[in-house]
C-alpha cells in the first residue's frame, strides 16, 4: 500500500455542516469534558464548516498540518477556539491573516506535514482556552499519549459534534516502519496506536496528539489507514520542527 492512497483517509475535508443532534466519535474515543482540551482549534472554510484541527501555541498562532492548508488562500480560513461542540455559538473566532506550509512539505510522500497560522487577531486565554507548550526533545520510547479532535468515527461516516478524545500509546520508530511499507516512515514522523477500531479519521487531520504525562504537543495527525483499521496513525513529530516554528512565527519557545 503507497502513501499516495492511504492519505485519503485523513487529507479529505469535510464540507458538512454539523446539525444539533450528532454525537458519533473520534474511532473508538469518548466525548471531552468542557475544558478539558482548551488548546484545540476547529479550522473551518469560508462557508464555516469543520474541516480539519489544529493547536494553539500562542494568542495569535496555530500550528496544523500543512495538508489542511496547502494551496488555499488565507481569507478562506477561520479558527475557532474555546469550544467542545461544533454547533456552538459561544467560541473564539478569528480569522487566519497568514499561511506558512513548510516549504518542503510534500504531498506524495507526506513528509513535512506542517504548517503555521498566524491569526489576525489574538486570541485572549480564558477558561476555556489555553496556549498548549511544544515538545523540544523527545526519545524513541514507548509512551501514553492522547488523540484529541472532531474526526469521523467511522469511514464513510459523519463528522461528530461532540470533542472526542481517545487515549493510545506511541510505538518505537522501528516498529512503525515494520507496520508500514519501510520507505513511507520517516524520523520525522512518530506513530501511535492501540487496536483495531480506535484511531484517527477524516476530520482528525492536523490536531493534536498530546503526551498524556506533560500534556505537551508531540503530534498533528498526519495519515493512516481508512479508518482504525489496525495500523498505526501517524503524525508529525513536533519536536523535529521546533527551530522553523520559531524562525516562522518569532516565538520564544
Known amino acids: 500500500m503507497i502513501k499516495e492512497t492511504v492519505l485519503t483517509l485523513f487529507f479529505i475535508g469535510t464540507c458538512l455542516a454539523v446539525p444539533a443532534d450528532i454525537g458519533w466519535r473520534v474511532v473508538g474515543g469518548s466525548n471531552a469534558s468542557t475544558g478539558q482540551f482548551p488548546f484545540i482549534i476547529s479550522l473551518r472554510t469560508i462557508t464555516g464548516?469543520?474541516?480539519c484541527g489544529g493547536s494553539l501555541i500562542a494568542n495569535n498562532w496555530v500550528i496544523t498540518a500543512a495538508h489542511c492548508v496547502v494551496g488555499g488562500y488565507p481569507a478562506y480560513y477561520s479558527v475557532v477556539a474555546g469550544i467542545n461542540q461544533l454547533n456552538s455559538n459561544?467560541?473564539?473566532?478569528?480569522?487566519?491573516?497568514?499561511?506558512?506550509?513548510?516549504?518542503?512539505?510534500?504531498?506524495?510522500?507526506?513528509?513535512?506535514?506542517?504548517a503555521l497560522l498566524r491569526?489576525?487577531?489574538?486570541?485572549?486565554?480564558?477558561?476555556?482556552i489555553k496556549i498548549i507548550q511544544l515538545e523540544k526533545n523527545d526519545n524513541d520510547n514507548v509512551?501514553?499519549?492522547?488523540?484529541?479532535?472532531?474526526?469521523?468515527?467511522?469511514?464513510?461516516?459523519?463528522?461528530?459534534?461532540?470533542?472526542?478524545?481517545?487515549?493510545?500509546?506511541?510505538?518505537t520508530y522501528a516498529?512503525?516502519?515494520?507496520?508500514?511499507?519501510?520507505?513511507?516512515?520517516?524520523?520525522?514522523?512518530?506513530c501511535a496506536f492501540t487496536q483495531a477500531g480506535q484511531g484517527a479519521c477524516h476530520g482528525d487531520s492536523g490536531?493534536?496528539?498530546?503526551?498524556?504525562e506533560s500534556g505537551q504537543l508531540i503530534g498533528l495527525v498526519s495519515w493512516g489507514a481508512p479508518c482504525?483499521?489496525?495500523?498505526?496513525?501517524?503524525?508529525?513529530?513536533?519536536?523535529?520542527?521546533i527551530d522553523w516554528v520559531?524562525?516562522?512565527?518569532?516565538?520564544?519557545?
Not at 491569526?119 to 476555556?128: A, G, Y
Open 228 to 241: 482504525a483499521l489496525g495500523a498505526p496513525d501517524v503524525y508529525t513529530r513536533v519536536s523535529s520542527f
Open 207 to 212: 490536531g493534536p496528539l498530546i503526551s498524556a
Open 246 to 253: 520559531k524562525d516562522n512565527s518569532g516565538l520564544d519557545l
Open 175 to 190: 516498529s512503525c516502519k515494520n507496520s508500514w511499507p519501510t520507505e513511507t516512515i520517516v524520523e520525522t514522523e512518530i
Open 143 to 171: 509512551r501514553d499519549a492522547v488523540l484529541i479532535g472532531w474526526g469521523r468515527t467511522s469511514y464513510p461516516g459523519n463528522i461528530p459534534n461532540d470533542l472526542q478524545y481517545l487515549p493510545t500509546r506511541t510505538t
Open 90 to 114: 459561544s467560541g473564539v473566532s478569528a480569522k487566519v491573516a497568514d499561511i506558512i506550509v513548510h516549504p518542503n512539505y510534500n504531498s506524495n510522500l507526506i513528509i513535512n506535514d506542517i
Open 119 to 128: 491569526l489576525s487577531t489574538p486570541i485572549q486565554e480564558s477558561s476555556l
Open 49 to 51: 464548516s469543520h474541516t
